[in-house]
């Protein structure tokens, strides 16, 4: 073979190991034709000669290796960068990425464990004293409203009851003893009147009735007196035509007209007969005594004097009567007040009893978290029976630290899990008054309400609790990390005719991974969004949204 042609194959086999060469190392190298300005890049490898250079040259061949070749390649791209620096200079270009304001919804929800109790629980005291008969319940069991929890002995509320009815009996008969039915309807006519005052009636009575009766004595003397004139004046008249020893006739009241004969006897005939006259007159004397005799025994003035002195003499009596029924003020006070207390208390007994006899039952439906008290012993009035947790009235205790409190507020709705099953709730109580924790960290206690509580709940196990606190609809909102703090408070860079501008804003709802800006953008904003830790405000950019 010519030597011109050795030549020429060693050549298209060096061609060819130097392209694979370059292939095999262009990750490694990146070596990028545009960078360097070169137009190829020969990287040589070791290789196995087909032909032994001694036979094609006759001289010995050196072999290259491919780190050197590498490391000259790289340090050519090197000075190939620093040398492009340079020429850009000051006319350099910093290529972000923005996004535009846009407005959206923000929430911040808090996410706090508790612990689940009752909102509501209740002690059970015996309202009675007896014998406790049935009790079928133990702390944990679950009850329902209106289930039997206890009964009492009914002997012995029975008598129990007796006792009372009888107490209430004999009180009210020591307070009847002191107003007898008699003197109630004399003491009605001494109603409001003091001992003295009745004394001073009494008196005046006994005056109006002599006075009354002085009336009547000197009128009916008077009568009487015209009476006896009027006989008198038919004495004389009959003593005309009768004898002397006849005169006693008249003395003895007889007022009949009587005639005599001369001899005394009453023979016909012999009678010596009065004159007309005198016979007129005596009739006349009749009639007039006839009339004097009916009017004093009607006489309408001394009827009305002494119907007067029948009704003084009634008050006269039942004054008297109240008088001597009177009872001291004090001691009519103790006892009614005595009666009246008694009869309030055991009637509140006898009501007891009788509700006891049904035995005592579940207020609400709920768990017995205590029992105070065994089947078969005797309890007295006010003896602690039982203690129940209300189910239906469930909430859940938390401790809000003071980074949270601001955000939570009365009536915000709750997401609460309690043993793996969802319910709803709603903050009802924050604390006015903050505690000390384990850690010594001050917290607030908060209370949120189970609205749907049900019998699948068990009290003082843990719960986890979303509080759906701030909210905001319709708002700017950004990703948190668009947002830069310093000295003089939040902001974020914007893109402006092709520079970084600052513009200083307020944020107000943020989240782990939002915020929401109420002042110092508008929409449609173009917020930088790549890193702006090498920006500047003022540094020209530009937008290379992909």
Known sequence: MSENKKDK?????????????????AAETAVIKETTGSTAAEVYDDYEEATPPEEVTGKKKFKLKKRYIVGGVAAVLILGAIGRQFLVGQNQVTMVETSPVVLGNIENVISISGTVQSAETKTYFSEVAAPIETLDIKVGDKVSSGDLLYTYDTEALDLAEKTAQLAITQAKGSYSALYSAVGAADRKYAEGMTAQQINDRLDAITAEIDSLNNKITEKTNRINQTLKDIQNTQYDINQNSIDDKYEGYFDAGNNTYITRNESGDKKDGAYKEPSESDRQM?????????DV?????????????????TALKEEQSHLSSAKAAQVNGGSAAQAKASYESTQLTQQDTIDKLEAAKDGVKADFN????????????????GAKMITMANLEDVQVA???????????ALGQKVDITINGKSYNGEVTKISGNATKNSNGVAVVETIIKVTNPDNDIILGVEATNKIHAEKADNTI???YEYIQTDA?????YVVENGVVTRKNVTVGISTSTEAQVIEGLSEGDEVISSDVSILTEGMAVAVNNM
């Open 398 to 408: 938390l401790s809000v630290s003071k980074s949270d409190l601001p955000k939570i």
């Open 282 to 290: 005596i009739l006349a004397l009749e009639q007039t005594y006839n």
């Open 488 to 492: 003089e408070g939040d902001y974020v």
């Open 293 to 309: 005799s009916y009017a004093l025994k009607t006489d309408a003035e001394i009827k009305s004097w002494n119907d007067q002195i």
């Open 477 to 479: 909102v950004l990703p």
């Open 366 to 381: 709920g768990v017995v978290t205590e029992v105070a008290v065994v089947e078969g012993a005797t309890v007295t009035a």
């Open 9 to 25: 194959n060693l050549e298209e086999n060096k061609e060819v190991v130097t392209n694979e060469a370059v292939k095999e190392d």
